[in-house]
């Protein structure tokens, strides 16, 4: 299945400290494209995986589960701790909720964690029929392109296939039970007007996590995917001076670097 243009992972070896981007559900890697660029540029390793049933149509996603998406950023996470010594786990929306469950399952294997509108659970009442609504209906209506900024968009599906979502409901639950073991550095950075993640999720993540070293940024300027909005720069920046921080010369034993 031919993957949509802009869409595709991306890969760039870098130095000895290594950073995992997490995309979101029904999303793509070129909603994080620019940021993993950001911080390849700076000499990092950066992978950014693409999720299965992600990029492609949304009737392949609606054939995975939670399962298929975090066992793919295990594999990518694994990879990394392989051949950096330092490795930094970041997502966005759904993307977060695996960071968040990344960063309980792996520990003090990873130095530090970056979460950009972090999904936390499935609101309103069309999730409590999500169990019986997805054997009768295919999908509900895209959530991609939740952006301000004019003339840009997301790569991502225009209609949400149930299963999937039912199976992104389970998975936030899981997600919610393991935050008490989250303990590493951590930034959040959310925006107060995001259509797709309400602000009660950071703050339900904030509230459960056991870290104490713990930053909020508010993304006054953007809407749900803001590492494509008028706040990206900030992320960028934010993510870098996090790695600084916790990072002594990250870019020290710097390999020889290519694009993926």
Not at 120 to 131: F, R
Not at 182 to 204: C, E, G, I, K, N
Not at 206 to 214: E, F, G, M, N
């Amino acid at each position: 299945m031919p993957v949509l243009p802009g869409a595709e992972p991306y890969r760039h070896e870098g130095g000895e400290v290594g950073v995992l981007l997490c995309h979101g559900f029904t999303g793509s890697p070129q909603s994080m494209r620019p940021w993993a660029e950001y911080l390849a540029d700076r000499g990092l390793s950066v992978s950014l995986p693409l999720l299965p049933g992600h990029g492609t149509r949304w009737e392949n996603l609606q054939l995975t589960t939670w399962h298929d998406w975090y066992a793919e950023v295990d594999r990518a996470l694994r990879e990394l701790l392989e051949r950096c010594e330092t490795v930094f786990v970041m997502g966005l929306s759904m993307g977060g909720a695996l960071t968040l469950r990344l960063a309980a399952q792996h520990g003090d294997a990873i130095r530090g964690i970056v979460l950009v509108n972090p999904g936390n659970k499935v609101h309103g009442l069309a999730a409590h029929a999500l169990p019986v609504a997805r054997h009768l209906v295919r999908t509900t209506s895209g959530i991609a392109s939740d952006i301000a900024k004019e003339g840009v968009t997301e790569v991502g599906y225009d209609k949400v296939p149930l299963h999937a979502a039912h199976s992104l409901r389970r998975f936030f639950r899981t997600v919610d039970a393991e935050l008490p073991q989250v303990t590493q550095p951590l930034v959040v950075l959310h925006s107060p007007q995001d259509h797709v993640v309400p602000p009660a999720d950071s703050a339900r993540v904030l509230s459960r996590v056991s870290s104490t070293d713990v930053r909020e940024i508010l993304l006054e300027q953007s809407y749900h995917v803001a590492t494509l909005d008028h706040d990206a720069e900030r992320i960028f920046e934010e993510s870098w001076a996090f790695v600084e921080r916790l990072a002594p010369s990250p870019v020290d034993g710097k390999r020889s670097s290519s694009g993926g």
